[in-house]
């Protein structure tokens, strides 16, 4: 209750983004991107695909405060590959409607067309360099994390 007898209106959850990345100098690479392009949403991190799929699983009703905004997947992954990790999250009627975004190194024809037959929203191939990758998380806020109407309105 306020000082006037209304209740407080409850504020608002940040949903976090989930990063799914094995690779200590890319995941230092991406989170130092986002950090200068003044992301404020909490970052998860996964480090291989058998923690990531763990983390689905803990995580799969709408109401959950740590179901991710985004998720950001590496296709490379140790225990379990990112296509895997694509093609199980996909199965879960709560993780089919969130947004996954591979960024990976490879850029296969045939990791590409697998990806998007398994529901990804975008494929995104990591600059080598600093101020492109900066550039692209840039572009990659904009977008998915300012713009874009996320699944389960609310929640956010």
Not at 5 to 20: E, H, S, T
């Amino acid at each position: 209750m306020n000082a006037q007898g209304g209740k407080y209106d409850k504020m608002p959850v940040v949903r976090p983004i989930l990063l799914v990345e094995d690779n200590p100098m890319d995941l230092d690479l991406t989170l130092k991107a986002m950090k200068e392009q003044g992301m404020t949403n909490p970052i998860l991190v996964c480090r291989d695909g058998e923690e990531a799929l763990q983390f689905i699983e803990a995580h799969n009703t709408e109401d959950d405060e740590q179901l991710p905004l985004i998720v950001l997947l590496d296709l490379r992954l140790p225990k379990v590959d990112g296509i895997e990790v694509l093609r199980q999250a996909r199965q879960n009627p709560i993780w089919k409607q969130i947004p996954f975004i591979v960024l990976t190194t490879s850029k296969e024809n045939s990791d590409i067309r697998r990806a998007y037959e398994l529901g990804i929203n975008s494929y995104l191939v990591k600059p080598v360099d600093f101020p492109s990758f900066s550039g692209m998380t840039k572009m990659l806020k904009l977008y998915w994390v300012l713009t874009n109407q996320p699944p389960f309105p609310g929640k956010d």
